[in-house]
């Protein structure tokens, strides 16, 4: 049972464009959701994360939307650029529970073309 | 501060080999854990540990043993290494609770293979 789905497994924008990635989730205790970046042969990096209180979230070019109805959330990339591609992770965690354990979606391969 | 640390990066095992994979924060971090990435199945939870003494299992424990005897080192142990376990394993650390944000950060990765 996957708990976090990103069903998009690649997406290519034109450099300069908007990146738009997409996550869903099912279970409803999830509160705390997150976004890493993965260049290959690295671990994984934070991005940005956004709490259920909250409705959007923005670091520079980086927005994440969460509607919590659709328990649905995306990941915004305006403008996108080569250094960009990347696999992007979702995850999600109860922060309520106090364990600090996150579940991560499958992926999405990010590639912005020059 | 060298954050999460892992060995090795590559190891090639044969089929019923033992080994472990170290993994050590510097960051005092309560929270470590194991995951593993295999092509289009993302990144799953194996074992996670709130700190030193306690560990549980994740999404997919079998074939593997994890122990915390030190907040500073969390050891995943392959017991009777399978094929199916040829993957890229991560370890991971974060601070925990409300106030912790729930930002892990991971190590480099190991590549195992099994043969």
């Known amino acids: 049972d996957q708990q976090v789905k990103q069903n998009s497994p690649s997406l290519s924008v034109q450099e300069g464009r908007i990146s738009i990635l997409n996550c869903d989730y099912t279970n409803s205790m999830f509160d705390y959701f997150l976004w890493y970046k993965k260049y290959p042969a690295e671990g994984p990096t934070f991005l940005i994360s956004?709490?259920?209180?909250?409705d959007k979230n923005e670091d520079g070019r980086f927005t994440v939307f969460l509607n919590k109805s659709a328990k649905h959330l995306s990941l915004h990339i305006v403008p996108s650029q080569p250094g960009d591609s990347a696999v992007y992770f979702c995850a999600a965690s109860s922060r309520s529970s106090n364990t600090g354990k996150l579940i991560f979606g499958q992926g999405t391969t990010l590639q912005v073309k020059p | 501060n060298a954050g999460v640390t892992q060995t090795p990066k590559f190891q090639v095992l044969k089929t019923g080999q033992s080994m472990t994979l170290q993994c050590a924060q510097d960051m005092n971090h309560e929270y470590m854990s194991w995951y593993r990435q295999d092509p289009g199945m993302g990144l799953r939870l194996i074992h996670y540990s709130v700190g030193a003494g306690i560990t549980d299992q994740g999404e997919v424990p079998n074939g593997y043993n994890v122990s915390r005897s030190t907040t500073e080192d969390f050891p995943l142990r392959l017991l009777s290494a399978a094929p199916s376990q040829t993957s890229v394993y991560f370890c991971?650390?974060?601070?925990?609770?409300?106030?912790?944000?729930?930002?892990?950060?991971f190590g480099p990765g190991t590549r195992l293979t099994v043969t």
């Open positions: 956004i709490s259920s209180i909250k």
């Open positions: 991971a650390s974060s601070s925990i609770g409300l106030a912790g944000g729930g930002e892990q950060y």
